[in-house]
């Protein structure tokens, strides 16, 4: 099972591939890996509360409405998620600047607030 | 929390056998929140339109004529106060219910009052698993995004 130290490994691993991947060609991939980045900063936090595998995303966004560490994060979180279910299911393409603002705006931010709380 | 013991049509040829049921105050009236099965068991015609609280009295709501009715009734009331959403679209699995938003394109603005809605919403009804898609339309045709057995509500 995923420790938080493998949690934060896996986050960054996916920011290094969203600064890989050719951003005019693959922005649906490339907002998808902000978002799985996002998510296991989330997760980092919850395995140190003892939730090592929520098991599913509505387990997992459940925990990001419900606790109070997670909520102010909460709709940044949840834009990453919409953002790259958009990307995966509908086709969506993003804007350069949009993929910036996501991974310098809402994915730092998230980053900021949860390595404090989850640092075992 | 309130446990209630009640037969409800859910639609043609189904009837709700209800688990339990929230009562919930918001700005214009009380509502009433199902969660249970809805279940083939009675034609129709057989079931009961509406049923009683023991304990007697009056109801202090109207009770919704669907499961589905008076979340979507709510949601959507809050939903439609901002401007700029184009459709709303709700499906129910099982005690899971999920919303699809759409606008026009990503607007972070007008995304941050839908979410502040939705997460106020989700937070009044905590037991309810609730999923919530903000999609961008994009240029495409609006009705091109029609996810299976969800039900629109609106426009």
């Not at chain 1, 560490?69 to 299911?89: D, H, Q, V, W």
């Amino acid at each position: 099972m995923p420790n938080f130290a493998d949690h934060i490994l896996q986050a960054g691993h996916n920011e290094e591939f969203y600064r890989a991947t050719d951003k005019n060609a693959y922005s649906d991939w490339a907002v998808t890996a902000v978002y799985y980045a996002a998510l296991h900063y989330i997760d980092s936090f919850l395995a140190t509360i003892g939730m090592a595998d929520p098991g599913g995303h509505d387990v997992r966004d459940q925990q990001v409405r419900e606790r109070a560490e997670l909520r102010p994060i909460g709709y940044l979180y949840f834009r990453l998620k919409s953002r790259s279910r958009n990307a995966r299911y509908y086709c969506t393409r993003f804007q350069l600047a949009e993929l910036q603002r996501c991974l310098e705006g809402d994915l730092a931010a998230i980053r900021n607030h949860v390595l404090p709380l989850a640092r075992p | 929390m309130r446990s209630l013991s009640i037969s409800e049509p859910t639609s043609r040829g189904d009837i709700l056998i209800t688990e339990r049921s929230d009562l919930v105050e918001e700005p214009g009236g009380t509502y009433t929140f199902y969660l249970g099965a809805s279940t083939r068991v009675a034609p129709h015609w057989k079931a009961a339109r509406s049923t009683e609280v023991s304990g007697g009295g009056p109801l202090p709501q109207t009770l919704s004529d669907t499961v589905i009715h008076s979340i979507e009734r709510l949601l959507a009331e809050k939903l439609l106060k901002i401007q700029g959403i184009e459709r709303i679209l709700i499906r129910k699995d099982a005690d899971f219910f999920r919303a699809w938003v759409v606008i026009p394109d990503v607007d972070l603005v007008l995304e941050d009052q839908i979410y502040a809605a939705v997460l106020g919403f989700m937070d009044k009804f905590p037991d309810i698993p609730f999923d919530l898609a903000v999609l961008f339309r994009q240029g495409k045709d609006p009705s091109s995004i029609q996810p299976a057995r969800a039900f629109q509500v609106y426009p």
